[in-house]
């Protein structure tokens, strides 16, 4: 049964804590309240807990995850090698959230006195290369972080990994192509290479 009041009885059964108080009179229950037609909250009024990524606006950053490298790899070889630490897993949340692929990737090529040694460099997840950048040597040994941003759309909430990848254009035998961080000896300063995925909600 529900039973109906008016403003001032229910005032007359609120306690100094401002609560209905049963201990006063207060029969029956209050019909249960839906939350459901709240739909113009300020986020900022929250004191904790979260805020679902379903109620995100496109384009929000839903997690975001950071590495670095702590060793070298080096190459003389043509054909692609991994990079070793050069890599970071994300799991999306969300199979329509993108993933923005931010990283500075340290590479050199010692070249000495020969020219045009390049150092190709990919970017892959799982097996799919997502994007490739190189550098150029001009006779010295040559030392650079590149940057690499992409936007990758993977269609998936399974465990991604994005890792680089590199080899020499042009195998000139006892030169070398290395990337990753802390250059082999002989080699003229030192870098690291950091990244950065952020899952991006999508539509």
Known sequence: MTVAYNLSQLANKVNSSGQL?????????????????????????LASGTVASARLSNGAVIQTVFGSASTATTTTS??????????LTITPTSSTSKI???FSIYASVDAYSQFGIQNIIQIVRGSTVIGTTQMTSFGAVQG???PIILLDSPNTTSTLTYKVQFRRYVNYGSTSN??????????EGTSASFFC???IKGS
Do not use: K, R
């Not at 029956?28 to 113009?40: D, E, K, Q, R, Y």
């Not at 043509?78 to 890599?87: M, Q």
């Not at 290395?178 to 080699?187: E, M």
């Open 21 to 45: 108080d049963a201990s006063t009179g207060l029969v029956n229950s209050l019909p249960a309240i839906s939350g459901a037609n709240l739909t113009n909250l300020n986020a900022s009024n």
């Open 178 to 187: 290395f990337v990753g961080i802390n250059q082999p000896s002989g080699s």
């Open 100 to 102: 923005l692929v931010n």
């Open 78 to 87: 043509s054909s692609f090698v991994d990079a070793t630490d050069c890599l």
């Open 197 to 199: 995925l952020q899952e």
């Open 144 to 146: 650079n972080n590149i």
